[in-house]
């Protein structure tokens, strides 16, 4: 299971609380609104280097494992 500690960060003193990728200052979002626009995943990657594809791949997975669980409450 993804744990959003190993991928995503927020602090205020980083684009104001904005979600990012551990380690850069790329907003979650950013790779949400790549992907809505229909742009693939290596596009998203090659303008932004310094999120790894495993980070983005596991940001996904953490996306899918949180809706699963919406839409299938226990």
Same mark, same amino acid.
């Given at each position: 299971? +993804?744990?959003?500690?190993?991928?995503?960060?927020?602090?205020?003193?980083?684009? $104001?609380?904005?979600?990012?990728?551990? $380690?850069?200052? +790329? *907003?979650?979002?950013?790779?949400?609104?790549?992907?809505?626009?229909?742009?693939?995943?290596?596009?998203?990657?090659?303008?932004? *280097?310094? +999120?790894?594809?495993?980070?983005?791949?596991?940001?996904?997975?953490?996306?899918?494992?949180?809706?699963?669980?919406?839409?299938?409450?226990?």
């Amino acid at each position: 299971m +993804v744990t959003t500690a190993r991928v995503m960060h927020s602090d205020p003193d980083i684009l $104001g609380g904005v979600p990012v990728f551990v $380690g850069t200052r +790329v *907003p979650i979002k950013t790779l949400l609104d790549y992907l809505e626009a229909g742009d693939p995943l290596d596009e998203f990657l090659d303008h932004f *280097p310094s +999120v790894q594809r495993q980070q983005a791949i596991a940001i996904l997975e953490l996306a899918k494992q949180m809706l699963t669980a919406y839409a299938n409450p226990a």
